[in-house]
């Protein structure tokens, strides 16, 4: 067990380029969250899937961002287009999510994403 | 809706003081509720959680317990040390774990 973990740890971009970040969860894990953080804030909900099924969108979700788990293990996370308001922590969090399982949530240490 | 709010920050104590976060929430149905802690450098990590009313929730001296009818979720602490300075954070989920709100956070600072 190697924790969560998520590539880049850093990305800088342009204004209206398009950014993917991936997330590779606990293994068998099968729910998987994204979250977006910004500075002096705590983690906004955006995604949540259950195996290969995205069961949840935030409103924050707009049409720029998708994400996908096409095999129900790892995630990305896909901007297009990206905005200067799009600067963030972004997180990637898993739970077992089976029945007797601790329903305990673990964090990956986040994608930085600066947009100039 | 669903929303947490938790006391701002920083708040900073001297090792050994008393420790209350206050958090109180606002949500449909009946949640669970969480506090979760980032260490400097960190990533965020679960302190404790509860999951029905008057439940009291538990982890490393931490405690905080479920008050359904001031929907509250105090995290408190007799004796804080310097390796509990750290940003903590209340949370929510209404139902089921699928969906978790969080509050902004409160930086606790520890002097020895």
């Known amino acids: 067990d190697t924790g969560v973990s998520q590539d880049p740890r850093h990305k800088i971009t342009k204004r209206g380029q398009n950014v993917t970040f991936r997330c590779d969860p606990i293994?068998?894990?099968?729910?998987l969250y994204w979250y977006r953080q910004t500075l002096g804030q705590g983690p906004e909900f955006l995604t949540y899937?259950?195996?290969?099924?995205?069961?949840?969108k935030s409103r924050l979700l707009s049409d720029r961002f998708s994400a996908e788990r096409p095999k129900g293990s790892f995630s990305t996370l896909e901007i297009q287009r990206t905005e200067q308001g799009d600067s963030a922590m972004y997180l990637c969090a898993s739970i077992e999510g089976r029945p007797g399982s601790t329903d305990t949530q673990y964090f990956g240490p986040g994608t930085r994403l600066t947009v100039l | 809706g669903n929303s947490v709010t938790q006391m701002e920050g920083p708040v900073t104590l001297s090792e050994e003081a008393f420790l209350t976060i206050n958090c109180t929430y606002t949500?449909?149905?009946?949640?669970?509720l969480f506090w979760y802690v980032q260490y400097p450098g960190e990533g965020l990590q679960l302190l404790l959680k509860a999951t029905k009313a008057d439940d009291k929730g538990s982890n490393k001296g931490f405690e905080a317990t479920y008050r359904k009818e001031t929907t509250s979720f105090h995290l408190e602490k007799g004796s804080v040390q310097v390796s509990d300075s750290a940003v903590y954070f209340c949370?929510?989920?209404?139902?089921?774990?699928?969906?978790?709100?969080f509050g902004s956070g409160t930086k606790l600072n520890v002097k020895p």
């Open positions: 293994s068998e894990h099968n729910r």
């Open positions: 899937f259950q195996n290969e099924a995205q069961l949840e």
């Open positions: 949500a449909t149905g009946y949640p669970s």
């Open positions: 949370a929510l989920s209404p139902y089921n774990f699928n969906k978790f709100y």
